[in-house]
């Protein structure tokens, strides 16, 4: 076990994932007597949603809080499957289903060459194109694209002008035997909402199942193929239905846990979870001359503190890790409670972070109300010391405030807006808000207060709204707000964050009923 560099106790955790491992009969339309005849065994692996985080961090659990992820401990595991794999002569491919970059001060100080470096060592087979891949602009993508050495695919991403597609729709993995895997790519259509208009004012994204049926339809005699999407669930489903004879779907974006994985017109779909949090792995048979496979089995593999980090990988991220400014270890004030920003919450509740950020703008504005969508805060800041770090990991984004007048009718349109969605939809575009009350029910607003003195809306009224840059373009599905004229502020909001907590120093804020369910 030393040439593996895996430790006793992450043994007993390959034993435990392994216990809990799904075995499944029939897929697909291979019989038993296909798969006695010449059937060959084929390991992939996956993971989605990455957002930065290259290091281990820190989750809450019932037990306390535990430290979990990092790329070096994926890297162990992944070797660790494929060598012992190659002693039994199955191949084994790694895929990534999108979202590498924007989450953590590293990914917003070097941009996602430090992922792109790792994911070179660790040796992926393909990565589907997301849509945060384009946060900090398409020539950034385009040198992230020619520095990787594995492709970004993507079915339904093309130039405005041309239509010719940014990336190549597929990539056909070649295995033993003469055999071949199809991958065929796909990314959601909230790419032109989740991030600047500029950023990709270039593109354009088509319908994503259309796409990949046209993808499908010129390579399906190739070989068996599957899917790697970073697209909604529910996207990954219409999917399945409309192309059945798909091996699986590896997907990514709505950042779930698909355990135990759906099966949708017999087509299985799974996703990882996040951030490096788990390692995928499902196991095919493949039969030559056919276009179908049989899934044997699927786990989730926890990434925990036990798995021993990979040296190479560990040496990479530690090279870069060191390079960060010192300012990002400075410890400038501290909360006196969590400042809640888990996407599970934040995104559909009233949460003290969001109460916090709010707050700043619209008291550095003198706006009468102020908003922020919950997909521009990425991670809690937790109870005690706050570093410059910490404030960049809850908000990776460059963004900037502006200010909007709106009337009272126009802002009941906008908070409809953001409560449209189901709570397992994890919308970023749910917002939180500051100097303004209301109900939810039905996925309508009702109830509207303003100010400390909680006057009714007025339609017919101006109110004098802090948003930021983002939504001002339409993100997140704010296209009102495209046509309306800006009050020029253009105050830049994390650095304003930094120094209200350096002159408050202990920071307090909780839930106050802001947003009543």
């Known amino acids: 076990m030393k040439k593996s560099g895996i430790c006793i106790s992450w043994i007993k955790i390959i034993i435990l994932s392994l216990i809990t491992i799904t075995f499944l009969s029939g ?48 890297a162990t595991l992944i070797r660790t499957i494929k060598e012992k794999n190659q002693e039994q002569g199955i191949p084994t491919i790694v895929l990534i289903a999108g979202d590498i970059l924007q989450g953590t001060p590293m990914s917003t100080v ?52 041309s239509r010719e597609n940014l990336c190549p729709s597929a990539v056909a993995v070649s295995l033993p035997h003469g055999l071949e895997l199809i991958v065929i790519g796909v990314t959601t259509k909230d790419l032109l909402t989740t991030t600047k208009a500029e950023n990709v004012e270039q593109l354009a994204v088509l319908d994503p199942v259309e796409s990949v049926k046209t993808a499908y339809s010129q390579l399906k005699n190739h070989g068996p193929v599957i899917l790697l999407s970073h697209s909604r669930h529910q996207t990954d489903r219409d999917i399945a239905c409309a192309l059945p004879s798909l091996s699986a779907i590896i997907g990514g974006h709505d950042q779930i846990l698909l355990s135990p994985y759906k099966r949708i017109s017999g ?55 060191d390079q960060l400014d010192n300012k990002f270890k400075e410890v400038i004030g501290k909360a006196d409670t969590l400042l809640d920003g888990e996407r599970e919450r934040i995104r559909h509740q ?42 960049f990991k809850a908000m990776p984004y460059a963004n900037e405030i ?14 409809n807006r953001s409560v449209r969605g189901n709570r397992e939809e994890e919308d970023g575009g749910f917002l939180q808000v500051s100097g303004i009350r209301f109900k939810i029910q039905d996925h309508k607003v009702h109830n509207i207060e303003v100010g400390k003195n909680r006057k009714p809306l ?45 002159n408050m120093q202990t920071i307090s804020a909780h839930v106050e009923g802001r947003i009543i369910r």
Not at 132 to 155: C, Q, T, V, Y
């Open 350 to 391: 009233e949460t003290a972070l969001g109460n916090f950020v709010t707050d700043i703008m619209r008291k550095h504005t003198g706006a009468q109300i102020a908003l922020i969508n919950s997909g521009a805060l990425r991670a809690s800041i937790p109870k005690g010391p706050i570093t410059v770090e910490d404030i």
């Open 402 to 415: 502006v200010l909007v007048e709106l009337t009272g009718t126009e802002l009941t349109q906008v908070l």
């Open 27 to 74: 897929c697909n339309g291979l019989t038993q007597t296909d798969l006695n005849k010449s059937s060959h065994d084929l390991t992939i692996l996956f993971f989605n949603d990455i957002h930065g985080h290259l290091m281990p961090f820190k989750v809450k659990t019932d037990n306390g809080r535990q430290e979990v992820g990092g790329v070096a401990r994926l």
């Open 458 to 502: 007025a339609l017919k009224k101006q109110y004098t709204v802090a948003i930021i840059d983002f939504m001002a373009t339409g993100g997140d599905g704010y296209d009102m707000f495209a046509e309306m004229p800006i009050i020029y502020t253009r105050l830049p909001l994390r650095e304003l964050i930094v120094d209200t907590v350096r």
């Open 110 to 161: 070097f941009k996602g060459k430090p992922d792109i470096e790792c994911f070179n060592v660790i040796g992926i087979d393909a990565m589907t194109v997301g849509n945060h891949e384009f946060d900090f602009g398409l020539e950034n993508f385009m040198m992230l694209k020619r520095f990787a050495m594995f492709p970004f695919i993507s079915a339904n991403i093309v130039f405005n002008d």
């Open 267 to 321: 087509v299985p779909i799974f996703q990882a979870f996040e951030k490096g949090r788990y390692l995928g792995r499902i196991d095919l048979k493949i039969v030559p001359g056919k276009q179908q496979t049989k899934l044997v089995s699927y786990t989730y593999v926890p990434v925990t503190s036990e798995i021993e980090p990979d040296t190479k990988i560990a040496k990479i991220i530690k090279s870069y890790y």
